[in-house]
């Protein structure tokens, strides 16, 4: 990514979860670069967020790492109230952290339904309801949740993932609606297929090199760093006027 840094976000605090591989990565990386300060939230992967978060620091961003599993409300609280004594607000949430494991219904176990929905639905719930006080007492905030288009076209072997993620999407659009009066935009993005670790997990290595030879546009398999320029649009006042949208990167 080019260092140079740009100030659309001078000022602004992120907190972006799952952000230390993938898109969360792209994205804590891309809102640093436009001027934000950033919070790193990761659950297992510390030395890549301890990365992260030096990439952030060499851009002169003020950047911390805070250890916290979505789908535990204490362990957001906690993530929250930490990120609030730090830097005195938080800006933007981007509720990027989540989870896929390839299996059919008929094979899944209960305990991988759960921790789909918790971690990918639930999550979304809890950091949105924990920021909510912070970005109404300071008078609006962006929230931004990234869904999938699975969650419209749905997924084979992947009933769990698409249920979150069209979760996600209601939630989204109802949210929207229930803050709109306090400044507070929300939205989401759903990348279609993206070369993230979780994208590669679920293929197999002759899976992955067949699709990565499809022309990216409009079919392919898109980077990470393609969602960054929409996310920086969706954090700004350019976008002041769109709220309770989902962004479509591929026809669901």
């Known amino acids: 990514m080019e260092n140079k840094i740009h100030v659309e976000l001078e000022g602004k605090v992120a907190l972006v979860t799952g952000s230390s591989r993938g898109l969360g990565r792209a994205m804590a990386l891309g809102l ?18 301890d990365q992260v978060k030096k990439n952030i620091e060499a851009m002169g961003r003020n950047v911390i790492q805070v250890k916290a599993d979505v789908s535990k409300k204490g362990e957001v609280t ?16 981007i509720n990027n952290a989540g989870i896929f494991q390839r299996v059919g219904v008929s094979d899944m176990s209960e305990d991988i339904w759960d921790q789909t929905i918790n971690t990918n639905l639930k999550g979304v719930f809890l950091c949105s309801q924990a920021v ?5 007492a300071n008078n609006g905030g962006r929230i931004i949740n990234m869904t999938s ?5 749905g997924q084979l072997k992947g009933a769990h993932y698409s249920a979150s993620k069209g979760g996600i999407i209601a939630f989204t659009k109802s949210l929207a609606l229930e803050v709109a009066s306090d400044g507070i935009n929300v939205n989401a993005i759903a990348p279609g297929a993206t070369d993230t670790d979780m994208w590669r997990d679920s293929k197999t290595p002759e899976e992955i090199e067949q699709k990565l030879k ?16 929409t996310a920086v649009y969706l954090s700004t006042e350019a976008s002041k006027f769109i709220t309770g949208q989902v962004i479509f990167f591929k026809t669901p």
């Not at 436009?34 to 967020?49: F, L, M, Q, R």
């Not at 909510?132 to 109404?136: E, Q, R, V």
């Open 32 to 49: 640093a670069a436009h001027g934000a300060d950033i919070v790193v939230n990761y659950h297992k992967h510390e030395d890549a967020a």
């Open 78 to 93: 906690a993530m929250v109230a930490t990120a609030l004594d730090t830097f005195g607000k938080i800006d933007i949430l």
């Open 132 to 136: 909510l006080k912070s970005m109404i």
């Open 149 to 153: 288009g699975r969650g419209v076209a």
């Open 214 to 229: 499809v022309p990216r546009i409009p079919s392919g398999i898109g980077s990470p760093e393609d969602l960054v320029g």
